[in-house]
């Protein structure tokens, strides 16, 4: 699919003052369909703000259908240009992330939902989406009930709820009022988000009822899926492991109409697979390591190699 870029400059206000926030667009495009509309996806950069592997991921999701809204983070103290990967520019980009306050990084967040819903070619379905700083901002992006779902890579500052300058952040405190699902994804050796850490944010989403995945990958680093700059820690294979998890969720939630969420999923029947079934005529038919569930008093198999059996039932 197509994709046209672009970029608009919003009004902001946060902590009593005013300002503008420039939002970088990547629009789907279908030529001879000038009237086709999309879901919204909100894509939270790293600290370094919106640079080329932010931008090309946000071509990625672009290009399967989506319209993607990407904030500039900083603009209360920077321009919109993303800042370099080394070690002034790592400094600077913690530095910003430690000074902004909670209420510029939520009115960003509402900011640009906003845009995205004021667009005649959003459908109204909206997600969202991260990396390290982005991957919390996701998370909280998601506290809002107009985001449906939501795919945080390596989310930083959650477990310890330092994000932000009036830290304690309330982010994980608040994760029951997410309505939406979320896909989480860390590396098991991300010493930003160490193991206890990982632990700690799994079990208060467990706690609080949300409806998310969970994905750990094997030696995997921090910022594994950055294509640039990464200090040798990207993996191209994971990444696109990790963008099949994002396309299904997103193409499931966003994409399809599935109304409003009505109660969870039904009871779960344990299978047991080493067991012997008699057929009508009374002779037992042995489908050990053959799966089948139990049907309102039936054995259905699941096994296709019985379904000669199945059908003379």
Same mark, same amino acid.
């Given at each position: 699919?197509?994709?046209?870029?672009?970029?608009?400059?919003?009004?902001?206000?946060?902590?009593?003052?005013?300002?503008?926030?420039?939002?970088?667009?990547?629009?789907?495009?279908?030529?001879?369909?000038?009237?086709?509309?999309?879901?919204?996806?909100?894509?939270?950069?790293?600290?370094?703000?919106?640079?080329?592997?932010?931008?090309?991921?946000?071509?990625?999701?672009?290009?399967?259908?989506?319209?993607?809204?990407?904030?500039?983070?900083?603009?209360?103290?920077?321009?919109?240009?993303?800042?370099?990967?080394?070690?002034?520019?790592?400094?600077?980009?913690?530095?910003?992330?430690?000074?902004?306050?909670?209420?510029?990084?939520?009115?960003?967040?509402? =900011?640009?939902?906003?845009?995205?819903?004021?667009?005649?070619?959003?459908?109204?379905?909206?997600?969202?989406?991260?990396?390290?700083?982005?991957?919390?901002?996701?998370?909280?992006?998601?506290?809002?009930?107009?985001?449906?779902? =939501?795919?945080?890579?390596?989310?930083?500052?959650?477990?310890?709820?330092?994000?932000?300058?009036?830290?304690?952040?309330?982010?994980?405190?608040?994760? *029951?009022?997410?309505?939406?699902?979320?896909?989480?994804?860390?590396?098991?050796?991300?010493?930003?988000?160490?193991?206890?850490?990982?632990?700690?944010?799994?079990?208060?989403?467990?706690?609080?009822?949300?409806?998310?995945?969970?994905?750990?990958?094997?030696?995997?680093?921090?910022?594994?899926?950055?294509?640039?700059?990464? *200090?040798?820690?990207?993996?191209?294979?994971?990444?696109?492991?990790?963008?099949?998890?994002?396309?299904?969720?997103?193409?499931?939630?966003?994409?399809?109409?599935?109304?409003?969420?009505?109660?969870?999923?039904?009871?779960?029947?344990?299978?047991?697979?080493?067991?012997?079934?008699?057929?009508?005529?009374?002779?037992?038919?042995?489908?050990?390591?053959?799966?089948?569930?139990?049907?309102?008093?039936?054995?259905?198999?699941?096994?296709?190699?019985?379904?000669?059996?199945?059908?003379?039932?």
């Amino acid at each position: 699919m197509l994709i046209v870029e672009s970029h608009i400059d919003v009004p902001t206000k946060a902590d009593g003052v005013e300002g503008s926030m420039r939002i970088f667009l990547f629009h789907p495009s279908i030529p001879g369909y000038p009237n086709a509309k999309f879901p919204g996806v909100a894509l939270f950069s790293e600290i370094y703000q919106v640079t080329g592997p932010v931008a090309r991921f946000a071509r990625s999701i672009a290009s399967a259908g989506y319209i993607v809204a990407a904030p500039s983070s900083y603009h209360d103290f920077v321009p919109s240009t993303p800042l370099a990967y080394d070690v002034p520019g790592t400094e600077l980009g913690n530095s910003l992330k430690a000074k902004k306050t909670l209420e510029s990084y939520d009115a960003d967040s509402a =900011a640009t939902i906003d845009a995205l819903l004021a667009l005649p070619t959003c459908t109204g379905r909206l997600g969202a989406t991260g990396m390290c700083l982005g991957g919390h901002l996701a998370i909280r992006c998601a506290l809002d009930p107009r985001i449906s779902a =939501a795919v945080a890579y390596f989310a930083t500052d959650l477990h310890s709820a330092t994000l932000g300058a009036n830290n304690p952040d309330d982010t994980l405190a608040r994760c *029951k009022e997410i309505k939406g699902e979320l896909v989480c994804i860390h590396g098991t050796l991300d010493t930003h988000v160490p193991p206890a850490g990982r632990d700690k944010i799994r079990l208060k989403l467990r706690e609080a009822g949300v409806v998310f995945s969970w994905f750990e990958v094997a030696g995997a680093q921090h910022a594994f899926i950055r294509d640039e700059m990464s *200090k040798g820690r990207f993996d191209g294979a994971v990444t696109r492991v990790c963008w099949g998890m994002l396309e299904e969720v997103f193409g499931r939630v966003l994409r399809t109409e599935l109304g409003e969420r009505v109660g969870g999923v039904g009871e779960v029947e344990h299978c047991e697979p080493d067991a012997d079934y008699e057929d009508s005529n009374d002779t037992k038919v042995d489908v050990k390591r053959s799966a089948y569930r139990k049907t309102k008093g039936t054995k259905e198999f699941i096994d296709p190699n019985f379904a000669a059996l199945k059908a003379a039932r």
